[in-house]
């Protein structure tokens, strides 16, 4: 295993990829220290926005927005374009900084920006397809049809686990909707964010428009309370825990403002008699211990059936045994670290309550690299095979634990996927059509993502990302999710000459 980076070593490498993507450190220059969840040694030093600036930030982002929104929106695809281009120049130096500040393996920082490229794809040909409707009208020379028209300014509250990629689902899709950003992300990646928005900025510059279309402000909690709380933002976007989303979303609903939710996941899959085992061990080993399980999308959960849940069991377990698990910027590595000692408590704690629950700790479950690293917390993705369903697994832990149980009855392994709080997202290895139909009907997964001998996770941008229950129930990316960066207009109109009232109301004067 290679040794972890050298504290100063990866502080040059953060500062190094950072300048590359335009940001200039000095402007930033505080108190606050960031650290790398690689080796726990700090990396960043910066100065946070203080709450009270908020207001002045969204007042200067609603100026933007008095301009932006008259801009045809194929002009304002032009400007996502040009950002899609620098995050493809740049795409090795924000990769970096995901990895130094959220612990990424660089295969996976590397998807995460291109993500941020494929939104942007996304959003320019959206931008010649912000389609409404013509209805047919009851009354004779009348014609109705609906206007879609930009939102206002759209507020985004981002997670560590994806430092970059959510915020650029989220401004791709606005900017092209005619809507400004202002961005609080999360306060243990401020430079990705920095870089992200340094590259946007450029982009900005070179079509000369205002750099208030898109805004970052740094900072803990209480920065990103003021912006949630905020009457100027039409939209607040929040990615976190289901702990958040209930504080979130009555502040933002006080004020008859819109929020879009991504809140937790407790995911599912499900392992018929027909699956093929070779294929469902990939997609579930890839899906509960990629990025450390620290996605919403991971694979908590595997539902197998009690003919062949022993043979699944140890074939993730052998996997698990072997997996790479250190530095994740060093090829060949697979599992990189938790985020900090929180995270680690809230694993080991997790596993201590299964085991209490009568599960049974198969594989992993160990620290490692703590001789290397006091700081750093790596531990090996462990698998726990439980009786029954049980409280502890209705609780999403962000760390890569997996719970393997047996059903007898395909309706009784869709009862089980359905129990949970959470419906984010769901899979179903099986070979037995009728099952994987039954699976993606009404009557089956209740999550916004059913997938077929897929895992859980590795969602594509084409399709609107998001999920049901305590979720969240919003939609973000692909699809038509750019519905909730606009607001909709139903029009009427006369070309008659007469004034017929709908419903046969008359009205003579």
Not at 26 to 52: C, F, H, M, Q
Not at 242 to 259: E, I, K, L, Q
Not at 373 to 391: C, N
Not at 424 to 449: N, Y
């Amino acid at each position: 295993m290679a040794t972890l980076p050298a504290a100063e070593d990866l502080k040059v490498r953060a500062d190094q990829a950072a300048r590359a993507c335009g940001v200039d450190l000095t402007a930033y220059r505080g108190e606050k220290e960031g650290r790398s969840p690689i080796n726990g040694a700090v990396v960043s030093t910066l100065a946070w926005s203080e709450p009270d600036a908020v207001g002045e930030t969204v007042r200067r982002a609603r100026a933007a927005f008095a301009t932006w929104r008259s801009v045809p929106a194929p002009v304002r695809g032009a400007l996502v374009k040009r950002f899609g281009e620098l995050l493809t120049e740049h795409k090795a130096d924000l990769a970096t900084l995901v990895s130094i500040e959220a612990g990424k393996v660089t295969s996976e920082a590397l998807g995460e920006v291109q993500e941020m490229i494929d939104i942007c794809d996304f959003a320019v040909g959206l931008s010649r397809q912000l389609y409404g409707r013509t209805m047919a009208s009851e009354r004779p020379g009348h014609r109705l049809m609906e206007t879609w028209h930009p939102l206002g300014v759209v507020g985004v509250v981002s997670a560590f686990n994806f430092p970059v990629a959510v915020w650029s689902w989220n401004t791709a899709i606005a900017l092209v909707c005619g809507d400004p950003v202002v961005w609080k992300p999360s306060e243990k990646t401020p430079l990705c964010a920095l870089a992200a928005d340094a590259l946007l900025q450029r982009a900005i510059a070179e079509q000369g428009l205002s750099a208030d279309l898109s805004q970052v402000v740094l900072g803990g909690p209480e920065v990103g309370e003021a912006l949630v709380a905020d009457r100027g933002v039409a939209l607040l976007s929040a990615t976190g825990s289901t702990r958040m989303g209930r504080a979130v979303g009555p502040v933002v609903a006080d004020r008859f403002g819109r929020s879009l939710l991504e809140l937790g996941g407790n995911n599912a899959a499900v392992i018929a008699p027909s699956a093929d085992l070779a294929l469902a061990t990939r997609g579930i080993v890839f899906s509960a211990a990629g990025t450390a399980g620290q996605r919403c999308t991971t694979m908590r959960r595997v539902i197998a059936h009690s003919s062949i849940v022993d043979e699944v069991t140890e074939r993730v377990a052998a996997a698990y045994r072997n997996l790479p698990v250190g530095d994740p910027m060093s090829e060949g590595t697979l599992v990189g670290p938790l985020l900090d000692e929180r995270s680690y408590e809230a694993f080991v704690a997790a596993i201590e309550a299964a085991k209490a629950a009568g599960g049974e700790v198969v594989a992993g479950g160990e620290r490692e690299l703590a001789d290397e690293a006091e700081g750093a917390y790596y531990v090996r993705p462990v698998v726990i095979r439980m009786p029954e369903q049980s409280e502890v697994m209705h609780t999403e832990t962000f760390a890569p634990i997996l719970y393997v149980l047996p059903y007898e009855s395909f309706a009784e392994a869709i009862e089980l996927n359905n129990a949970v709080p959470q419906g984010l997202s769901s899979s179903v290895f099986t070979q037995d059509q009728a099952e994987a139909e039954l699976f993606c009907s009404a009557e089956g997964s209740d999550c916004g993502i059913v997938n077929v001998n897929i895992g859980t996770s590795g969602a594509e941008i084409g399709g609107a990302f998001g999920g049901e229950k305590e979720t969240g129930g919003g939609r973000e990316s692909g699809s038509d999710a750019w519905r909730a960066y606009m607001r909709r207009a139903t029009n009427t109109i006369n070309y008659s000459g007469e004034l017929p009232l709908a419903q046969g109301v008359t009205f003579d004067i």
